[in-house]
């Protein structure tokens, strides 16, 4: 962190560096757009088609650290295929002035049968989808959330639940309302709740509870129907009778040690005070930061994958219950089953920079090791709130090394509408993203901090708010650092836990 740097445009891992018998100023453009100028342009990024695939050739003392900004994201899905890369195509024939009247209403004819076939098939393909998506192993017809797989990869019925509100609210998503709605607490027993959590990727529930509510129509347990998930077990009704909804929580998370007094801006951590905190160790070398959210997952950012091999779990190592590079000896060591990243993620505009790391063996909790709260779907960091930024990045723009200590500092969230002032970042920060830093500059993540927490305190429980994703520069007047914003994206982040909770 540069007195916190910005995590993201330096974010490149720490394994690219340039060689020292090279003049990067002049054969690759910096890792952030050059200070001149009163804004960047829209959407400003290190991406594709700025960059080479790597920042800089890669030697064998190079290091390797993601940038803030991504040099290159995923791995994108086989190319379209078009008319310009299909083997010999011919090219259509046009209509001839004598056919042309024929020609055209046939055409007309042609393309309007293709746009009925196709909107049918779609409607009937994703039929009361609460998130719009759809697999190709799916039946014909399709109704989400109902409790009947009808996908061979169970993808209808992945993404149905999910929490609301300062009291965690159960809400799943009600195939006949179509609409998202509360469970009634009558008939709700401990052994659902552990079912629904598990079901979601968590190993049980840590506190369920009936929470006061009159919702206009809610979803009622059905204790004859035989469960295979919650929705399963879930019938419509219009009222609960006991005028109490379900509220839920699947772990015990965002506490952590007490520590006395408040360190601002860029200095060591006190161990065991950000227990989710997490290194990631690509191929033996820190290159992104991360957070703990249970015992089996790891929250980062998408870019961290920065080449096709850096998606073999083999290839990392997760260090936790830390705080110096130097003394991993006394770390949590954790190896990763599985790596599954945004597949919308974006390197040309950094939109839906998130990825999910599965550990091979769980966590065990300690004082050190902990994991963050994910907020609910709903909940809101206002802009101005105080929350904080940790991790092993750069302590300055420019840099040649990563910080051997974790390092601290307080951030405030700075609202999209500000944010997107022509004169920060001119319209580029997205709904899923959200601004943390200071305008007057001197604070921020940088690079190495890539995939690290944004936290932030409420009512003495820490919730993960974002993950560190990109910026220009690091701590530069008018360009805070932007993070993947959490509450956009958990509903993601609990299909993949639950499709992946075996």
């Given at each position: ?5 910005n ?13 020292s018998?090279r003049?990067t100023q002049?054969?690759y453009?910096?890792p952030y ?9 829209p959407?400003s990024?290190v991406?594709?088609?700025q960059?080479p695939p790597y ?6 003392s190079a290091q390797?650290?993601p940038?803030y900004i991504?040099?290159?994201?995923p791995?994108?899905p086989?190319t379209q ?11 259509a ?10 020609c055209?209403?046939?055409?007309l004819f042609?393309?309007l ?8 098939v ?6 009361d989808s ?7 192993h799916c039946q ?14 169970n993808?209808?019925?992945l993404?149905c639940?999910r ?7 159960l809400e ?9 709605l ?9 052994s659902?709740a552990?079912?629904?959590c598990?079901q979601?990727g968590?190993?049980s529930?840590?506190q369920t509870?009936?929470?006061t ?5 809610s ?6 129907k ?5 929705q399963?077990v ?5 009222q ?5 909804t379900?509220?839920?929580?699947c772990?015990?998370?965002g506490?952590?040690?007490?520590t ?6 860029g200095v060591?951590?006190l161990l ?7 290194s990631l160790?690509?191929k033996?070398r820190?290159?992104?930061g991360g ?7 790891v ?11 850096a ?15 130097r003394?991993?000896?006394g770390?949590?060591?954790?190896y990763?089953?599985?790596i599954?990243s945004h597949?919308?993620y974006s ?9 999910l790391?599965?550990?091979q063996?769980p966590?065990e ?7 963050a709260?994910?907020p609910t ?5 206002p802009?101005g709130?105080a ?5 092993f ?9 990563t ?7 307080t951030?405030?969230i ?7 002032r022509?004169?920060i970042?001119?319209g580029?920060v997205t ?5 943390a830093?200071k ?5 921020d ?8 927490p944004l936290?932030c305190e409420v ?7 974002g993950?560190t994703?990109w910026?220009?520069?690091?701590a ?16 993601w982040?609990?299909s993949?836990?639950e499709?992946?909770s075996?």
């Open positions: 962190m540069t007195s916190f740097p995590v993201y445009e330096n974010y490149l891992p720490e394994h690219v560096q340039p060689p018998n003049n002049e054969e453009p910096p757009p050059s200070a001149g100028g009163d804004y960047p342009p959407y990024s991406g594709a088609g960059y920042p800089y050739p890669s030697t064998a390797y650290q940038y991504p040099a290159q994201g791995t994108h086989p295929i078009t008319q310009r890369n299909v083997p010999h195509q011919k090219p024939r046009s209509c001839s002035p004598q056919r042309k009247t024929y055209c209403v046939i055409s042609l393309t049968s293709a746009l009925g076939i196709g909107a049918y779609i409607l009937r393909f994703v039929k609460p998130t719009g998506s759809s697999s190709s014909a017809v399709v109704t989400r959330c109902n409790g009947i797989s009808e996908c061979a990869d993808s209808d019925e993404g639940v929490f609301s509100g300062t009291s965690s609210q799943v998503y009600g195939w006949q309302d179509k609409r998202w509360p469970v009634c607490y009558t008939a709700w027993s401990p659902l552990d079912k629904t598990k979601l968590y190993r529930s840590y509870q009936g929470t509510g009159q919702p206009s129509s979803l009622v347990v059905n204790t004859t035989q469960i295979t998930n919650i399963s879930l019938s419509n009704s219009l609960c009778t006991t005028k109490e379900v509220s839920l929580k772990i015990d998370c506490k952590r040690i007490k006395s007094g408040r360190i601002v801006g060591p951590a065991g005070k950000w227990p989710w905190q997490v160790h690509y033996s820190h290159v992104c957070t703990i959210i249970s015992e089996d997952w929250v980062t950012a998408g870019h961290c994958f920065f080449e096709d091999e998606f073999d779990p083999s290839k990392w190592k997760v260090y936790s219950g830390f705080i110096s590079q003394q991993l000896s770390a949590t060591l954790r990763v089953s599985k599954t597949r919308s390197s040309d505009t950094n939109d839906y920079d998130i990825a790391m599965k550990l063996k966590l909790f300690t004082a050190q090791v902990r994991p709260c994910l779907y709903n909940q809101e960091f802009h709130m929350c904080w930024i940790t991790g990045g750069r302590t300055k723009e420019g840099a040649t090394s910080s051997d200590i974790l390092l601290e500092a951030v405030n700075i609202g999209s509408g500000t944010c997107n022509r004169r970042y001119n580029a709904q899923r993203m959200i601004c830093g305008l007057s500059g001197g604070v993540s940088c690079q190495g901090d890539s995939g690290g936290v009512s003495g429980t820490w919730y993960l708010a993950v994703s910026g220009h520069g690091c530069r007047i008018n360009r805070p650092g932007v993070y993947a914003q959490v509450t956009q994206l958990s509903n982040m609990f993949q836990m499709a992946n075996n």
